[in-house]
């Protein structure tokens, strides 16, 4: 299924979240100010193909559990509005805790729908019955050099844990083309370090070019969502090897998914 025009509104405000019981202070207006951005990134800039979202379910909370790439996270805002697009659903999102160290995109993070990614925001986000984007790979998945595109990295057994512990769905989604946005050719990590970051991505045209290198490529994306996942464990089994070897599956099937996903690209920017 690709993206159709006619689809829901574009406004990331619905009954998943209520505002004023939110206990990380999204911020509503905001999140509607940004979306005709997203979506035009989404269907005119990147013109994203988007297939299985069906598999998303239409309400309750659920994991998505999603290759990272691209250097800076447009993968995650790519999800998000393929979401909103198609099912009407705004999704909430997890970041890496070194975002707190830059206050300016750690209170936008906040404001858009995002947490700190701790298990106990995770927990309460889908207690809430919220729809909770994730990258199991983590800063390592765009870290990753040119050479490495499309290879994932190895998943942390989190995600596993807690969708066993509330016994929430694990819907797995691939991202083709967001690899080549930015295509890293090196990471300057002490003047990361200066910043509160792992790393500086450097490009072919960042820092050369200055703010201009900073523009993504206008790659031609596929993203598609995988059947639902349950995850279960065994009364006789450890909870954390259960976790640890749930992870690895849904490692594979992501990658597989991914494979896939290439192979079916023609070209970089024409699709």
Same mark, same amino acid.
């Given at each position: ?15 998943? +979240? ?14 509607? %100010? ?14 994203i193909e988007v297939t299985g979202a069906?598999?998303? !379910? ?16 447009? *993968? /995650? ?10 099912? $009407?659903?705004?999704?909430? #999102?997890?970041?890496?805790? @070194?975002?707190? +160290? ?46 490495? =595109?499309?290879?994932?990295?190895? #998943? ?29 050719? $090196? ?7 200066? %910043? ?7 490009? !072919? @045209?960042?820092?050369?070019? /200055?703010?201009? $290198?900073? %523009? !993504?490529?206008?790659?031609?994306? @596929? ?6 996942? =349950? %995850?279960?464990?065994? *009364?006789?089994? +450890?909870?954390?090897? =259960? ?25 970089? #920017?024409?699709?």
């Amino acid at each position: 299924m690709g993206v159709s025009e006619t689809t829901s509104p574009t406004t990331f405000t619905t009954a998943d +979240a209520s505002p004023s019981a939110d206990p990380f202070a999204i911020d509503h207006e905001l999140r509607d %100010l940004v979306a005709p951005a997203f979506r035009f990134l989404h269907e005119h800039y990147w013109r994203i193909e988007v297939t299985g979202a069906e598999h998303v !379910p239409a309400e309750g909370p659920v994991l998505l559990v999603a290759n990272h790439s691209g250097a800076l996270p447009f *993968d /995650g805002a790519m999800i998000i509005a393929s979401i909103q697009i198609e099912r $009407g659903r705004a999704v909430r #999102f997890l970041y890496d805790r @070194f975002i707190e +160290a830059v206050p300016p995109l750690d209170a936008f993070y906040r404001k858009v729908g995002g947490a700190v990614a701790t298990r106990e925001n995770a927990q309460e986000l889908l207690r809430r019955g919220e729809p909770v984007l994730l990258f199991p790979e983590g800063i390592s998945g765009v870290a990753k050099p040119f050479s490495e =595109r499309y290879r994932l990295r190895s #998943f942390s057994p989190g995600f596993a844990r807690l969708a066993m512990a509330l016994g929430v769905p694990v819907v797995p989604v691939a991202v083709v083309g967001a690899e080549e946005i930015y295509p890293l050719v $090196g990471r300057a990590e002490g003047v990361g370090k200066l %910043l509160g970051m792992p790393y500086v991505p450097i490009t !072919p @045209f960042f820092p050369i070019l /200055g703010l201009l $290198g900073t %523009l !993504p490529l206008p790659t031609k994306w @596929f993203m598609k969502f995988g059947k639902p996942i =349950r %995850l279960s464990i065994g *009364d006789d089994e +450890a909870k954390w090897l =259960r976790a640890r070897l749930e992870a690895m599956k849904v490692r594979r099937k992501l990658q597989a998914m991914v494979t896939r996903l290439r192979q079916r690209r023609r070209s970089v #920017f024409f699709g």
